[in-house]
C-alpha cells in the first residue's frame, strides 16, 4: 500500500517563503502531485514531478527525492489568498494503467500579516 | 472554473436510502475519478472510468457502484446509506494519454445521511 506524511498545519507571514514537506512509503508509482484545496472548494493542481529535481512553476517549486522518499512544495512570496491546505499525492504504478491518486491528510497553511 | 461539473451540489437523505451523483468531464477527457472527502479519511480514491470500462477500484465499499456512459458523463450510486456516508464526493477528469497529467476536480456534491 502507500501511506504519505505531511505536516497538518503551518502558520508563515505574508511576504515569506514556506516548505510543506512530504514522506511517503509506497512500493512503485509514477509521480509526486501537488494539490491546493481552499476551505469549500476542490482541490486544484499545482505541481507534478515524475523525476528527482525541482519543477518551478510561478511563486511555486516542487521537489522530488526518490531515493530519500521524499518531496516538498516551496511557496515563495506568500499572500493571504494561498492560506489553503495543500495535499501531496502518488499516482501508484498498480499495472492497470490507472492513474488514480493516493492522497496525503493535507496540510493547512494559515497565511498571517 | 475546471470544467468538470457535478449534481446535485447538496443532498439531504437518511439512513437506509440511496442516491445517485452525477458528473460531467471536461469535454475531451475520457477518464473519470471519484474520490470521497471526510474528516477523518481524508481524501479517498473510490473507483476510475475510463471511455466507458471501470479501470480502478480503490477503498470502494460494495453498497456503491459507479458508471460511465457513452457521452462520457459518470454517476456513483450510493445505496442503504449510512450516517459514515455523509462526506464531500468529487469526480475529476483527465486525459490520461500519460502520467503527467493533472486532474481536474469538479465542485462536488455534499452529502449529507440524517
Known amino acids: 500500500g502507500q501511506s504519505l506524511e505531511q505536516p497538518s498545519e503551518v502558520t508563515a507571514v505574508e511576504g515569506a517563503i514556506v516548505q510543506i514537506n512530504c514522506t511517503y512509503q509506497?512500493?512503485?508509482?509514477?509521480?509526486l502531485s501537488w494539490y491546493q484545496q481552499h476551505d469549500g472548494g476542490a482541490p486544484t493542481f499545482l505541481s507534478y514531478n515524475a523525476l528527482d529535481g525541482l519543477e518551478e512553476t510561478g511563486r511555486f517549486s516542487s521537489f522530488l527525492s526518490r531515493s530519500d522518499s521524499y518531496g516538498y512544495l516551496l511557496l515563495q512570496e506568500l499572500q493571504m489568498k494561498d492560506s489553503a491546505s495543500y495535499f501531496c499525492?502518488?499516482?501508484?504504478?498498480?499495472?492497470?494503467?490507472?492513474?488514480?491518486?493516493?492522497f496525503g491528510k493535507g496540510t493547512k497553511l494559515s497565511v498571517i500579516p | 472554473d475546471s470544467g468538470v461539473t457535478q449534481t446535485p451540489k447538496h443532498l439531504i437523505t437518511a439512513t437506509g436510502q440511496r442516491v445517485t451523483l452525477r458528473c460531467s468531464p471536461r469535454?475531451?477527457?475520457?477518464?473519470v475519478y471519484w474520490y470521497q472527502q471526510s474528516l477523518d479519511q481524508g481524501l479517498q480514491f473510490l473507483i476510475q472510468?475510463?471511455?466507458?470500462?471501470?479501470?480502478a477500484k480503490g477503498n470502494i465499499l460494495e453498497r456503491f457502484s459507479a458508471q460511465q456512459f457513452p457521452d462520457l458523463h459518470s454517476e456513483l450510486n450510493l445505496s442503504s446509506l449510512e450516517l459514515g456516508d455523509s462526506a464531500l464526493y468529487f469526480c475529476?477528469?483527465?486525459?490520461?494519454?500519460?502520467?503527467?497529467?493533472?486532474?481536474?476536480f469538479g465542485p462536488g456534491t455534499r452529502l449529507t445521511v440524517l
Open positions: 509506497t512500493s512503485g508509482f509514477y509521480g
Open positions: 475529476a477528469s483527465s486525459h490520461d494519454y500519460t502520467s503527467y497529467n493533472e486532474q481536474f
Open positions: 499525492a502518488v499516482q501508484p504504478d498498480s499495472g492497470a494503467g490507472s492513474y488514480q491518486l493516493t
Open positions: 472510468y475510463y471511455n466507458g470500462e471501470e479501470r
Open positions: 469535454s475531451g477527457d475520457l477518464s
